[in-house]
Nanobody, 127 residues
Framework: QVQLVESGGGLVQAGGSLRLSCAAS????????MAWFRQAPGKDREFVAA????????YYADSVKGRFTISKDNAKNTVYLEMNSLKPEDTAVYSC????????????????????WGQGTQVTVSS
């Protein structure tokens, strides 16, 4: 089992930046691929960014490509989402997710691939 706790959300003006963190605890000595998803009010949860356990491979939704960067620090058991040039349409609850993997270079971008989820952190971008 692994527990995930997100932090770093808040209110920011359009064009601003935020950095989200997701700290993992519990059974963290095994390999986990991780990702960020988000859910806006009245909408389904959608994929944002994914990263392999090694950190060497990443994948982004088209809507955030070039503005968001996902990274991880395995020594700290933490994954980050650096968000720049934020837009009002980025407003959502952002959740991190983790899944056990035996392949260091694989990433996963569908919700069904993940079995551990954090509670989420609210990001609000004002126009």
């Amino acid at each position: 089992q692994v527990q995930l706790v997100e932090s770093g959300g808040g209110l920011v003006q359009a064009g601003g930046s935020l950095r989200l963190s997701c700290a993992a605890s519990g059974r963290t000595f095994v390999k986990y691929a991780m990702a960020w998803f988000r859910q806006a009010p009245g909408k389904d949860r959608e994929f944002v960014a994914a990263i392999s356990w090694s950190g060497g491979n990443t994948y982004y939704a088209d809507s955030v490509k070039g503005r968001f960067t996902i990274s991880k620090d395995n020594a700290k058991n933490t994954v980050y989402l650096e968000m720049n040039s934020l837009k009002p349409e980025d407003t959502a609850v952002y959740s991190c997710a983790a899944r056990l993997t035996y392949r260091s270079s694989n990433y996963y971008y569908t919700q069904g691939d993940y079995n551990y989820w954090g509670q989420g952190t609210q990001v609000t971008v004002s126009s």
